[in-house]
Every structure is written in C-alpha cells, then in structure tokens.
C-alpha cells in the first residue's frame, strides 16, 4: 500500500515564527500536494509539485512556501506564522496519469497562537 | 474555474438503511470526478472515480457513485449502510488534463446510528 507520511503530527507555533511541515512518500509518484482543511472550506490546495525541483501555487498560496528537494520529499514553510494558518494540513501524492487516485498522510494540526 | 457544492453539511442515517450524497459540479467540460472518504483522525482514501464510460461506476465497500451531464451531478450511493460508514465524504473534481489537480468540496459528515 503506498505510503505518505507527515511530520509533526501536532505544532504549536508563535505568531511571526517560522515553522516547516515535511512530508515523506514512498511512493514513487510525481506529482505531491499540500491542502489545508478547515470546516466549512473542504481541503484547498496550497502548493503542488510535479517532479523533484519544482513548485507550482495552488488556489491560497498566500503565506506559504513549498520546496521539493527530491522525489520523496515535499516541505510546506510558513515563514511569518500567522493565527489564521491554524488549520490541519494534508500532504499527498499521485501519479502522473489520468485520473489517478491520490494517497494522503495523515496530518499535521498546526495551532499559531 | 471548476467548483463542486454538496450542499448536505450532515447525514443521519440508521444502519441498514440506504444513503444518497448529493454532489454537484460546475465545468464546461467532461471532468474527473471522484468520491473521497475520511475515517476519524486519518486522511482521505478514495472511494470511486469517473472519467467516461458507463456513468454508474462501482467503488470499495459497496458504495456507487452516477454520474449525470444534464444535471452536473455525481451521486454517492449505498445501499445498506454499516456503523464503520460514519466518516467525512468529500466529492472532488479535476478539469486538468492529467485528472490530478483536485478542487474539493467541503464535505458531507455521515453518522450511522445502531
């Protein structure tokens, strides 16, 4: 079964501080994702990636960076914390074909107080 | 740009019962649809998807989904409903090409009574 994993699973973070969630697939898929889910909103997607190297913005990337290292890993900074990005974060990945289905971790609940 | 609305927040239904969530979603296109389920504490998990071809397509666990042009609609369904259905489910749509670009709806919470 493929696997994506997310760490922390839990942070707390100061508002103006810098704070990084990592993501880790097993996969060997292309394509990996960073949504946010908050009631009423479903999840959004912030930053995707297509391949180790690049980035590309979703539909909120305001407040966010995203790197991809390598195949395997996908990070999401938040360089200025703010109290409205208390939220749970989803990484996921998937492959590059048609209608493929996408794996998610478990998630990271970020609180920025 | 795509949306999707599932305009039932909560579901309650008793166990053995049949379910139906609603899902609309707005495209100019043929777009990929799926249906995605989210236990408590754990990240989504696909239940079914539609591309083309027969609109009525078979999912895990006994769920379905139909799909409609005319009315923009795929329909989760399930027949007799179990306790362990309680879950989160979201219907998600892509218009891109590669189908992997997911906008998804906010979700439709589902309690199964014994």
């Known amino acids: 079964e493929a696997a994506v994993t997310q760490s922390p699973r839990n942070k707390v973070a100061v508002t103006g501080g810098k704070v990084t969630l990592s993501c880790n697939q097993t996969n060997n898929h292309n394509n990996m994702y960073w949504y946010r889910q908050d009631t009423g909103h479903g999840l959004r997607l912030i930053h995707y990636s297509y391949g180790a190297g690049s980035t590309e913005k979703g539909d909120i990337p305001d407040g966010y960076k995203a790197s991809r290292p390598s195949q395997e890993n996908f990070s999401l900074i938040l360089e200025l914390a703010t109290p409205s990005q208390t939220s749970v974060y989803f990484c996921?990945?998937?492959?590059?074909?048609?209608?493929?289905?996408?794996?998610f971790g478990h998630g990271t609940k970020l609180s920025v107080l | 740009a795509q949306s999707v609305t599932q305009p039932d927040a909560r579901v309650t239904v008793s166990e053995g019962a049949s379910l139906q969530l609603r899902c609309k979603y707005s495209?100019?296109?043929?777009?990929?649809l799926f249906w995605y389920v989210q236990y408590p504490r754990q990240g989504l998990q696909m239940l079914l998807k539609y591309y083309s071809g027969d609109p009525v397509v078979q999912g895990v666990n006994g769920f379905e989904a139909e799909f409609s042009k005319s009315d923009s609609s795929f329909h989760l369904r399930k027949a007799s409903v179990h306790w362990s259905d309680s879950a989160v489910y979201f219907c998600?749509?892509?218009?891109?090409?590669?189908?992997?670009?997911?906008?998804f709806g906010i979700g439709t919470r589902v309690l199964v009574r014994p």
């Open positions: 998600a749509v892509s218009a891109n090409s590669a189908g992997n670009k997911l906008t």
């Open positions: 495209y100019s296109a043929t777009p990929y």
């Open positions: 996921a990945s998937g492959g590059t074909g048609g209608a493929e289905r996408l794996f």
